[in-house]
């Protein structure tokens, strides 16, 4: 990699397609090329100085040896999709964008929530992985006086560190654990037939973090023998080649678009870009944020309500299931979902005129990021 801003003109940059301002993050330093991050093969990597990808992208051994690819960033949380033992032993320099889709995330799990019809203040919530996600809900649950287990053997020193057994007997399950296939806990098939069979069949099963978490099959099985938990599902093992059968089976699907915000998006395209300036050793640019701008008002007589305003994944349950039906293969329809995903803005975009909400409803809303009036 280059030293300085005149150095580092005219590197090439490949990208995945999806990923927002491009040409806002990375323009000044070079030409850009943008590929289907999923089909992204070692021939168009070639001569390339830089690949930016989001979570689609197998990054490894076979995708890059033989490039000059010396800067891969990954604008997305995880990082199970990145071969980083290689590529520290091949000196190439990576970054991940942890934490930018976290607050989508969570705000899609409220909304999920209102559009099950689930009074969950009045429930207790147990968390599958307590990092940047998991770790954020739980501040919101707290902060709102909500019992909550939390299980997450990945973090040391966790005051709130509870069973696996006791985080499944809570009314609201949710899983923001990372895939985790190796050591001394892997993730992977963590929530199998065993631990699906505990739940009570008035239990909500949310699973908004990585598809494998869940062995698919048997969450189908156990569904299909009348099991009555209610099932959120935004990932799925296999994506985009997903089990339609378990699509139909569940309450509420989506293509794995849970921190698919506008907000969200270009944070990590943002922190992608401060990586490599990093990385460079050039002074950061400035972008303007596309993320801010007016203020949308909303009215509404509940809380339920002014949430499914701002959001509404059954909106996304319904374009996916139209598509399973479709005459497209599932592969190319969950990904043409997620690549003409519609501009979704965070809480924090909208200010709130609650014409009937008590006191402490607008103080509930004031917790999750609304601006109340």
Request: aromatic share 6%; glycine share 8%; hydrophobic share 40%.
């Amino acid at each position: 990699m280059t030293d300085s801003a005149a150095q580092s003109a005219g590197l090439k940059i490949v990208a995945d397609e999806n990923i927002p301002a491009l040409e806002e993050y990375f323009g000044d330093l070079g030409t850009l090329q943008r590929y289907h991050g999923r089909t992204l093969t070692r021939d168009q990597l070639i001569d390339a100085d830089i690949l930016l990808v989001r979570s689609v992208t197998q990054v490894n051994q076979s995708l890059l040896e033989g490039t000059r690819v010396r800067f891969v960033g990954s604008c997305t949380i995880g990082t199970d999709h990145l071969d980083t033992h290689w590529l520290e032993r091949n000196d190439i320099f990576w970054s991940a964008a942890p934490g930018c889709n976290a607050n989508s995330v969570v705000e899609y799990v409220f909304c999920t929530l209102a559009a099950l019809a689930v009074d969950w203040r009045s429930r207790s919530f147990g968390i599958v992985g307590c990092g940047n996600v998991g770790g954020l809900l739980h501040k919101r649950l707290q902060a709102l006086g909500i019992s909550c287990a939390v299980y997450d053997p990945w973090l040391e020193d966790n005051p709130d560190a509870s069973g696996l057994d006791q985080v499944l007997c809570q009314d609201i399950v949710c899983l923001h654990a990372p895939l985790v296939k190796g050591g001394s806990y892997p993730s992977f098939h963590m929530i199998g037939e065993e631990q699906l069979q505990r739940l009570r069949d008035d239990t909500v099963l949310i699973s908004a973090g990585r598809g494998g978490v869940v062995d698919n099959r048997a969450l189908l099985v156990e569904i299909q023998r009348g099991k009555r938990f209610t099932t959120v599902l935004d990932v799925w093992e296999n994506e985009p080649d997903i089990d339609i059968d378990l699509l139909q089976a569940v309450d509420l699907g989506t293509p794995h678009i849970a921190g698919y915000s506008l907000d969200g998006k270009l944070a990590g395209t943002r922190m992608i870009r401060e990586a490599l300036c990093r990385q460079l050793g050039i002074a950061p640019l400035a972008v303007e944020d596309k993320s801010t701008g007016s203020i949308v008002e909303i009215v509404g007589d509940s809380a339920a309500e002014l949430l499914l305003q701002m959001y509404d994944p059954r909106e996304d349950d319904r374009r996916l299931r139209a598509a399973a039906a479709g005459t497209a293969p599932m592969q190319a329809a969950f990904d043409q979902l997620r690549k003409d995903y519609p501009e979704r803005l965070e809480f924090s975009h909208y200010r709130t005129f609650i014409q009937v909400l008590e006191e402490r409803q607008k103080q509930q809303l004031a917790v999750l990021g609304l601006a109340c009036n």
